[in-house]
């Protein structure tokens, strides 16, 4: 019988990992860090802004600049685009026309984890899946900064958020074991921590009491008063007055007057937009306007739309 030989052959060796990827997969770009904007600066802004949701034409024709170191309100009835302005700003909803510019490039031209170390978003709710604790649901407004040498902050942006919204006291707390304002100013907190240049916030103060809506009113003078940029969404006037630098009245989907509350909180002005009579006069002590509705007179009412003429893909704002 004659035998085989049987040549046996080495395995071939692999190259190691780190020689491979590089080769078959993309280089990421290293994160941009944000500058300093000086006072004044244009932090962001929307230059012919228009957004359809199904139907209808939300935002038409908007444009609008947030600028370091003041509080922008944006105000206005029902369904007016004021939500919708804030989440365009935040470039979490892309516009149908019109661009939309943070710490001066295209929106679409940051990766999103650089765009989180430039703008924070509070939206209407927080609602969380799990118990976290209040104090580690606002460590998460530090996750953008992972990896940069901003961590060294980590500590002391929580603590302070912690204390800025005096929520340090249920730090310990689930989150899903707190009151809805409870929540409201945790969420506010977790904003805090993230420490940008931007912050936007969509309706801060709607389950708060008076203490905490003056608070959070006074957070965000100081935090325009170091420097950032503040937009926040309201729907009290009197707040609007009292804490914002300037406001934009928002009617249509359009801004419908836009400067120093002295000069866009005009009756004619408001009675028009909120279609009720309102009167405008100035607070006896610090002069700041108060708009009050007249009593007795609802205004004329909203035309009622039939049914089949609605549009269920048509969203509020």
């Keep these: 019988m004659t035998r085989t030989a049987v040549t046996r052959t080495a395995p071939a ?4 990992a780190r020689a491979v990827l590089p080769r078959i997969a993309p280089r990421r770009r290293p994160r941009e860090l ?4 000086p006072p004044g600066g244009l932090v962001a802004e929307a230059a012919g802004l228009r957004v359809v949701l199904g139907r209808r034409a939300v935002l038409d024709g908007v444009t609008v600049g947030v600028r370091a170191g003041e509080v922008l309100a944006l105000v206005g009835p029902n369904g007016a685009g004021k939500s919708t302005l804030l989440a365009a700003l935040a470039a979490d909803l892309a516009p149908t026309a019109g661009e939309v510019r943070i710490g001066g490039r295209a929106a679409s031209g940051w990766t999103a984890g650089e765009l989180a170390l430039r703008r924070a978003v509070l939206p209407q709710s927080a609602e969380l899946s799990f118990p976290f604790p209040v104090a580690e649901v606002v460590r998460m407004g530090r996750a953008p900064w992972a ?5 060294d902050e980590d500590a002391a942006a929580v603590a302070e958020a912690l204390a800025a919204t005096e929520t340090a006291g249920f730090a310990g707390r689930p989150f899903s074991a707190l009151s809805g304002g409870e929540r409201a100013r945790v ?5 805090l921590a993230q420490r940008t240049g931007l912050l936007l916030l969509d309706e801060p103060t709607a389950a708060l009491d008076l203490r905490h809506q003056e608070l959070v009113l006074h957070v965000c003078r100081e935090r325009a008063a170091a420097g950032a940029a503040v937009v926040v969404v309201l729907h009290d006037l009197g707040l609007a007055a009292a804490h914002a630098d300037r406001i934009a009245v928002l009617h249509g989907g359009r801004i419908a007057a ?8 005009d009756a004619e002005v408001l009675s028009e937009v909120y279609r009720r009579p309102v009167e405008v006069f100035p607070h006896p002590r610090t002069g700041a306007p108060l708009v009050l509705p007249v009593r007795g007179s609802l205004g004329p009412r909203e035309p009622a739309v039939p049914t089949r003429d609605r549009n269920p893909d048509d969203s509020p704002a």
């Design 147 to 151: 990896g940069t040498a901003r961590t």
């Design 187 to 191: 969420a506010l907190a977790r904003v």
């Design 34 to 37: 944000p500058a300093p904007v």
């Design 258 to 265: 836009a400067g120093p509350p002295a000069e866009v909180l």
């Design 13 to 16: 060796r692999t190259a190691p």
